[in-house]
C-alpha cells in the first residue's frame, strides 16, 4: 500500500485547510486511516482516525470540534478537514494506515506542511 498526502500550505489563524490523503496497491488490506502530525521539535502526536469502511471517526481531544475527517470510499482517499485553525496546529501532517487485527499503523505516506500565521 502506497500513501500520498497532499493538501498542506500556510494559513492564517481561524483559517482552514482540507488535507487528502490517496491510497494505491493493496487498499482492500487497509483496515483504517489515521492522520498523525509531528511540529517543529515534538514527538509525532495522533491527529485523528476513521475506519475504512467511512464509519467511526476518532480524535484527538486538541482537534476534536476543528477537525472532521472522512473517507471518499469511490476513490480510496480520505480527507482531513481542518477548520478553526491555531498557530500551535502548525506541523507536518501524515496519512497512515493500519491493517485488520492490528493496532499499529502500518503504512505511512510522505507527510505535508501546515503552517498556521498568527
Known amino acids: 500500500v502506497q500513501l500520498q498526502a497532499c493538501g498542506g500550505g500556510l494559513v492564517q489563524a481561524g483559517g482552514s485547510l482540507r488535507l487528502s490523503c490517496a491510497a494505491s496497491?493493496?487498499?482492500?488490506?487497509?483496515?483504517?486511516l489515521g492522520w498523525f502530525r509531528q511540529a517543529p521539535g515534538k514527538e509525532r502526536e495522533f491527529v485523528a482516525s476513521?475506519?475504512?469502511?467511512?464509519?467511526?471517526?476518532f480524535y484527538a481531544d486538541s482537534v476534536k470540534g476543528r477537525f472532521t475527517v472522512s473517507r471518499d470510499n469511490a476513490k480510496d482517499t480520505g480527507s482531513l478537514q481542518m477548520s478553526s485553525l491555531k498557530f500551535e496546529d502548525t506541523a507536518v501532517y501524515y496519512c497512515a494506515a493500519r491493517r485488520p487485527y492490528s493496532s499499529e499503523y502500518f503504512y505511512w505516506g510522505q507527510g505535508t506542511l501546515v503552517i498556521v500565521s498568527s
Open positions: 476513521i475506519a475504512w469502511s467511512g464509519v467511526n471517526p
Open positions: 496497491g493493496r487498499t482492500s488490506s487497509i483496515y483504517a
